[in-house]
């Protein structure tokens, strides 16, 4: 009769694979790998809680009770590490330290190291000892912190400037208002001081036309009197020296005299009634629309040394570097 074939349990799935011929070197202790790791000589059904570390026996676990006589026979005994950190356990064992990681991920004890698959050979297995690992992790640990002291450094002495640079900003930032207020304040008073000079050359225009019309008004009443008195005084003449033909000689000569004096003034008064009966014209044709266009451009800011036109559009212009 053929003896038993052993079982080997996957560390990772848990399940038990039949008829797995093992070498002579793997054989021992490996048929049963439990969650937790137990004494690999205790003797009975129930083994003991690994509690120590037998170097002398290829790293096997020990109970307190079977340490004992590995410490008689003088073997290297250590103590196993108790409470270990969940990320330095081993991935298939409970509170027993990781001393093995491989290239899959999983984190190995020293009882796991050999029984990891090795993935074959287009797919091979790399496991790294935590120690070699750490020694390199030291080695990076000590080059960030070089390279965070070194930016730290870096910090440290920009962050007067930017201070500085801020302080600046403002005041050039104040001045710049302050020059734009300045100007503006300038060019409301020339607007003001033109809008004055339109104003008052309209008074003057006002002033003169209706002082014109005044006088034609005058010069046309002087007229109109004098034509009365000229009329009533040849009216009177004929009526009242009908036989005297002296008087009526001399009464015409004065007539004729007075008319011919009225004449030369009432030349003047017809050109300055000629002028005075036209239709009067006085209209402002504004310049504004132009001086207006021309203020949307007004004024440039040099930021960091680039000449821009301020605008609607200013923050989409200058951008959020600035």
């Given at each position: 009769?053929?003896?038993?074939?052993?079982?080997?349990t996957?560390?990772?799935?848990m399940?038990?694979?039949?008829?797995?011929?093992?070498?002579?070197?793997?054989?021992?202790?490996?048929?049963?790998?439990?969650?937790?790791?137990?004494?690999?000589?205790?003797?009975?059904?129930h083994?003991?809680?690994?509690?120590?570390?037998?170097?002398h026996?290829?790293?096997?676990?020990?109970?307190?009770?079977?340490?004992?006589?590995?410490?008689?026979a003088?073997?290297?005994?250590?103590?196993?590490?108790?409470?270990?950190?969940?990320?330095?356990?081993?991935?298939?064992?409970?509170n027993?330290?990781?001393?093995?990681?491989?290239?899959?991920?999983?984190?190995?004890?020293?009882?796991c190291?050999?029984l990891h698959?090795?993935?074959?050979?287009?797919?091979?297995?790399?496991?790294k000892?935590?120690?070699?690992?750490?020694d390199?992790?030291?080695?990076?640990?000590?080059?960030?912190?070089?390279?965070?002291?070194?930016d730290?450094?870096g910090?440290?002495?920009?962050?007067?400037?930017?201070?500085?640079?801020?302080?600046?900003?403002?005041?050039m930032?104040?001045?710049a208002?302050?020059?734009?207020?300045?100007?503006?304040?300038e060019?409301?008073?020339?607007?003001?001081?033109?809008?004055?000079?339109?104003?008052?050359?309209?008074?003057?225009?006002?002033?003169?036309?209706?002082?014109?019309?005044?006088?034609?008004?005058?010069?046309?009443?002087?007229?109109?009197?004098?034509?009365?008195?000229?009329?009533?005084?040849i009216d009177?003449?004929?009526?009242?020296?009908?036989?005297?033909?002296?008087?009526?000689?001399?009464?015409?000569?004065?007539?004729?005299?007075?008319?011919?004096?009225?004449?030369?003034?009432?030349?003047?008064?017809?050109?300055?009634?000629?002028i005075?009966?036209?239709?009067?014209?006085?209209?402002?044709?504004?310049?504004?629309?132009?001086?207006?266009?021309?203020?949307?451009?007004?004024?440039?800011?040099?930021?960091?040394g680039?000449?821009?036109?301020?605008?609607?559009?200013?923050?989409?212009?200058?951008?959020?570097?600035?």
């Open positions: 009769m053929k003896p038993a074939l052993p079982f080997l996957c560390p990772v799935s399940q038990f694979a039949k008829g797995v011929k093992l070498l002579a070197s793997a054989t021992k202790n490996v048929l049963h790998v439990p969650s937790k790791l137990v004494c690999a000589f205790c003797k009975d059904q083994p003991g809680r690994a509690e120590w570390c037998c170097h026996c290829n790293g096997h676990s020990l109970c307190t009770t079977c340490s004992m006589n590995h410490r008689q003088g073997h290297n005994i250590t103590p196993l590490v108790q409470d270990v950190p969940q990320r330095s356990q081993c991935s298939n064992h409970v027993v330290q990781a001393n093995f990681l491989c290239s899959c991920g999983v984190r190995l004890c020293n009882n190291v050999s698959a090795h993935g074959g050979n287009e797919a091979a297995h790399n496991r000892s935590f120690g070699t690992l750490a390199l992790a030291r080695q990076k640990l000590n080059s960030l912190k070089t390279a965070q002291h070194r730290s450094l910090i440290q002495k920009v962050a007067p400037t930017l201070a500085q640079n801020k302080k600046l900003v403002r005041e930032a104040q001045r208002r302050t020059a734009v207020a300045s100007e503006v304040v060019l409301c008073n020339a607007l003001m001081r033109r809008g004055n000079d339109i104003v008052t050359a309209i008074d003057m225009v006002e002033d003169a036309k209706l002082k014109q019309y005044s006088r034609t008004e005058s010069d046309l009443k002087f007229a109109q009197d004098r034509l009365k008195k000229i009329e009533f005084f009177m003449a004929t009526t009242s020296m009908p036989h005297d033909p002296p008087g009526i000689v001399s009464a015409n000569v004065f007539a004729e005299s007075a008319y011919n004096l009225f004449g030369s003034k009432w030349e003047q008064i017809q050109r300055g009634l000629e005075s009966q036209r239709t009067p014209n006085i209209q402002y044709f504004s310049d504004l629309p132009p001086i207006v266009n021309s203020l949307r451009t007004l004024g440039q800011l040099d930021v960091d680039v000449v821009k036109t301020p605008s609607s559009a200013t923050q989409r212009m200058l951008g959020c570097s600035v």
